[in-house]
């Protein structure tokens, strides 16, 4: 595959796009985030700033805007202690690392198709997920969030490629039914078992 005219030019067989989150690496959200303040993840929620996360993730906040506007009430915490657990919580879900490499060996073309932050520098650094995908559409790189369907238009022009070549991983229903009105063949991740079998279903594995 190589960029041609603005556009990614790849064969006809199919490419995989990962959400990443919850998909191939454990999301601190649910349960680091809220431990760290010593709260309930419903309490954390009620607390935060209604849009600052997402905004985050579009890159319309830098991380020291996102920090400073966590909490609605504008409370104060420790922040360098707060990205540190962040950090320290991403590891790979079971049996995802073996299944990517096992992937790239068979010269799969993969990229990340995810919403999340700057904070997927912090993945990289930690995971070394490039070795098996290109970071290539993250939403604070593209400014598109899905289940927005511009975000799956925008993934579509920028490979030059029709839908039906695409096969789209995610945890959440409501991503997979956008990719499956975009066009794009949808596997909901529901385990390392049965992604395997929908992977080779779709002749990708």
Not at 147 to 161: M, S
């Amino acid at each position: 595959m190589a960029w041609s005219s603005g556009r990614w030019v790849e064969d006809m067989r199919s490419i995989l796009l990962w959400d990443v989150m919850g998909t191939l690496v454990h999301d601190p959200f649910f349960v680091e985030m809220p431990a760290f303040f010593g709260m309930t993840f419903d309490a954390m929620l009620e607390a935060t700033h209604p849009s600052a996360w997402v905004e985050f993730e579009l890159g319309e906040r830098s991380e020291e805007s996102f920090l400073e506007s966590f909490f609605a009430d504008g409370r104060d915490f420790d922040r360098p202690g707060f990205v540190d657990t962040v950090c320290s919580s991403y590891r790979w879900l079971p049996g995802l690392e073996e299944l990517l490499a096992e992937l790239r060996g068979a010269e799969a073309v993969m990229h990340a198709f995810s919403n999340y932050p700057v904070w997927y520098r912090l993945i990289e650094e930690r995971l070394g997920v490039s070795r098996f995908l290109d970071w290539t559409f993250v939403s604070c790189i593209t400014g598109l969030r899905k289940p927005d369907p511009a975000a799956y238009t925008h993934v579509l022009n920028e490979l030059g490629l029709p839908a039906e070549h695409c096969v789209f991983v995610d945890d959440r229903p409501s991503n997979c039914e956008a990719a499956r009105q975009a066009g794009i063949r949808p596997v909901l991740f529901e385990g390392v078992g049965p992604l395997r079998a929908s992977l080779r279903d779709a002749g990708v594995l």
